[in-house]
């Protein structure tokens, strides 16, 4: 049972083989089929682990809304762990209002990572859905879609199939809204089989889940419960718990000294690099990569047989057309904000060429953000408690250029650490000059950033970064060539 055997060991099992410790347990009872309200089991508790280190619960509740005929979904998520010897955050909690079949009514979702809020609102109403977005304490985004099928909430993805009967073979297609994402996506979902396993007591039907192009597995007990979930690749583990052991490692959170985040993304090298700030070349291959990274002026990848072979010279400037994105306020990137606006126009008052402003941001940020490993929702986030990591660094200097009109895009992928001898996971800018994108890195305050910065995804939104997940803990680095 998981409540015995726990969590940390339940990982430990499953990073061995872990088909062996699921069996098929036979012909499946009758299609189990609830409604909202006669749900056996309509709250739950889990643990959370993530790497093979227990860092957070999760807990679900639903209960008739005030509104006739309709549900609440009640959600809660707290995630503790450290950094480079930062303790981190997470924290989430939402309402969705959904009808009897689990169709999305109204929202109400409140994000906290480390000390930035994000929350957002909204309803289905006549068949579109509008709601707004709110970062650093100002509506920063107001948006409307039009709905041409039922929208669900993602938090209903495990109840779905139990409200359409628990039956192997069954496929399920839904539009579901992804408040973290603030997207409407396509989820698909399927029972694959009926088992038993060592991990958990009974039976149950395990449902794999495809969102936002990652898979998750879920065994679900023919009282709708998931007693177990298996996330990127088995790394993210949750399984039902009490209530009291679920909470009870907040506890000793504080005592926790395990860098779980740097354990899994760390890429070791083989052979440390010397002055990586000064490599203006660097050559490398992924081993047996299924992944390609982009390809410009300035990183050039192809592939070798089974392998991916990359170089990137820091003196080439990439060339691409800018898009409307590249100007555009975002959530994250507030570059409309007044506040920003007016700061932009201080610091680079009297220059002209887009250098000379790159040079005079970076600057500003260099004397007045400091670094620290804070993560932050919003450039807004950053501007308000004058500190952040790479991510907030690079979304405040984005939002400081584009207010001036000068096109900037953030950049996600990795750059070598010196002091871990390896690679690790990095988020900097491009910024047009002419008809060419120079890369700039806020965070170590360079007009051009060095050849170890290896590109994996362009973009700020949280759609945009979910490719970024693939890459972690599955990629290898072998260098050839850096000088």
């Known amino acids: ?74 959600g809660e998520a707290v995630m503790r762990f450290r ?3 930062f303790e981190k955050s997470v924290q989430m909690r939402t309402l969705d209002v959904v009808d009897a079949q689990g169709a999305l009514a109204r929202f109400d979702h409140r994000y906290v990572l480390d000390q930035s809020e994000r929350r957002a609102k909204g309803e289905v109403r006549d068949g579109v859905l509008r709601y707004e ?14 709905l041409g099928e039922p929208l669900y909430p993602a938090s209903a993805l495990a109840l779905l199939p139990v409200l359409r009967g628990l039956r192997v073979g069954s496929r399920f297609d839904w539009l579901v809204f992804n408040g973290e994402a603030q997207s409407l996506d396509r989820a698909s979902q399927q029972i694959e089989s009926y088992e038993t396993s060592d991990l958990f007591s009974g039976a149950a039907f395990r449902v794999s889940t495809e969102l936002l192009g990652l898979s998750s597995t879920t065994w679900i007990d023919a009282k709708g419960r998931p007693v177990l979930e298996l996330g990127l690749n088995g790394v993210v583990v949750s399984a039902l718990e009490e209530e009291a052991v679920a909470k009870g490692y907040l506890a000793s959170a504080a005592l926790n000294k395990d860098e779980v985040i740097l354990d899994w993304s760390l890429i070791k090298a083989v052979l440390p690099l010397a002055d990586a700030r000064q490599a203006r070349y660097l050559r490398f291959v992924l081993p047996r990569s299924e992944r390609m990274p982009p390809s410009d002026l300035r990183q050039q990848c192809r592939r070798e047989a089974a392998d991916v072979l990359c170089e990137i010279d820091a ?26 606006r007016a700061l932009a126009l201080t610091i680079t008052a009297e220059k002209k060429p887009v250098t000379e402003k790159i040079d005079a941001v970076l600057a500003w940020l260099e ?39 000068v096109p900037t895009r953030v950049v996600n992928g990795l750059v070598y650490a010196q002091d871990y001898r390896g690679f690790l996971y990095h988020t900097w800018a491009e910024t047009l000059d002419g008809g060419s994108w120079i890369a700039v890195d806020p965070t170590f305050n360079q007009t051009r950033a ?33 000088r």
């Open 1 to 74: 049972m998981i409540l015995r055997l726990g969590l940390a060991a339940l990982l430990v099992l499953l990073s061995g083989c872990a088909s062996q410790y699921f069996r098929d347990a036979g012909i499946p009872p009758t299609a189990a089929h609830y409604t909202l309200a006669d749900l056996p089991s309509p709250e739950h508790w889990t643990g959370i682990v993530f790497n093979g280190t227990k860092v957070g619960f999760s807990h679900s509740r639903v209960s008739r809304a005030a509104e006739p005929g309709h549900y609440d979904i009640e």
């Open 83 to 85: 950094f480079l010897g």
């Open 133 to 146: 977005v709110a970062t650093a304490g100002r509506t920063a985004e107001q948006k409307e879609e039009t």
């Open 315 to 340: 003196t080439r400037l990439g060339a691409s057309e800018p898009s409307d994105a590249d100007l555009r306020p975002t959530i994250t990137v507030q570059a409309g904000d007044p506040m920003i």
């Open 367 to 405: 004397q007045n953000i400091r670094k620290e490993p804070i993560d932050a929702f919003s450039a807004l986030d950053v501007l308000d408690t004058r500190r952040g990591e790479c991510q907030g660094h690079t979304y405040l200097y984005a939002a400081l250029m584009r207010s001036l009109g």
């Open 450 to 482: 060095d050849a170890t910065h290896i590109a994996l995804a362009r973009g700020e939104s949280p759609a945009e970064l979910v490719p970024l997940v693939d890459w972690v803990g599955r990629t290898r680095i072998e260098v050839l060539e850096a």
